[in-house]
């Protein structure tokens, strides 16, 4: 695995000469902030050796080199999903190949649908921790000791320092958000009443279908992470309606321009 890694990272760098100091995952109908950033080189990921595939019409499948708030970034337009039928490793292979790049943070954003009475349509919440019931994970198997240890602590996924300059940054621009615990399920179908009621019981705020996978990626390698995730939809009714993905995108897109404010205020601030 860690030779498939180098070769992309070698063909990206044949492309273009580039050390983003940040990386960027941008979630179902987020993809708004591409606009905010000062496009250097955009790649298709069906060039990039090894790179796996979007096949989920609303992932446009690009890598993204550019510049956003001063700082020079690297954004996935397109993520991979453990329901798309791609191993935990193939849904990692890009944090893999942006920390060969030299990322130093990676920022995260994803929908989801509220499990929190709480949380309501178009909110943001920041991740502060979460929950894998994806039933896999990417670190299975023999440990890339060059990347990072074989238990990596996982007590804090989710900065603390990121998380609180994200709050100032929202609280200053009075935009209204939440903390809270993320769930993580395989998909693809949405969950039945029960299953929304059995992840609240269990602690979680919201729940998806994405972003841990990455994140555990990420801190394996001792990446600091933030994960913002927009609610499109709200699971804790007890006369659940049906959602269908154009719900989900057209809420997405609605609430995005919130999402965009936080992420080039908060990349501005970094170090």
């Not at 019931?133 to 890339?144: I, R, S, T």
């Amino acid at each position: 695995m860690l030779e498939k890694i180098l070769e992309s990272c070698n063909h990206i760098k044949n492309i273009i000469d580039f050390n983003p100091a940040v990386g960027i995952i941008l979630g179902t109908g987020l993809g708004g902030l591409v606009n905010e950033i000062e496009i250097k080189k955009s790649i298709n990921y069906k060039d990039i050796p090894h790179f796996p595939l979007s096949t989920v019409e609303s992932h446009q499948g690009k890598l993204i080199f550019g510049t956003l708030s001063g700082k020079k970034i690297v954004a996935m337009q397109g993520r991979f999903h453990f329901y798309e039928g791609y191993s935990m490793q193939e849904v990692v292979f890009p944090v893999w190949v942006m920390h060969q790049l030299g990322i130093k943070y990676l920022f995260v954003s994803n929908v989801s649908g509220a499990l929190n009475p709480e949380m309501k349509a178009g909110d943001l919440v920041f991740i502060e921790d979460h929950i894998n019931l994806q039933n896999a994970n990417p670190l299975v198997g023999k440990n890339m000791d060059a990347i990072g240890p074989r238990f990596p602590d996982m007590s804090m996924p989710y900065d603390l320092k990121l998380l609180n300059m994200a709050a100032s940054i929202a609280s200053e621009n009075a935009i209204a958000f939440h903390r809270g615990t993320y769930v993580s399920v395989s998909g693809p179908n949405l969950e039945t009443k029960a299953e929304y009621r059995y992840l609240r019981i269990i602690g979680g705020d919201i729940v998806g279908m994405s972003t841990v996978p990455e994140i555990i990626a990420a801190r394996h390698a001792n990446i600091p992470c933030f994960a913002l995730s927009v609610v499109t939809d709200e699971g804790w009714h007890q006369d659940l309606k049906p959602v269908s993905l154009e719900m989900i995108i057209a809420n997405a897109l609605k609430n995005e321009p919130k999402l965009s404010i936080i992420f080039k205020a908060l990349i501005k601030k970094l170090d």
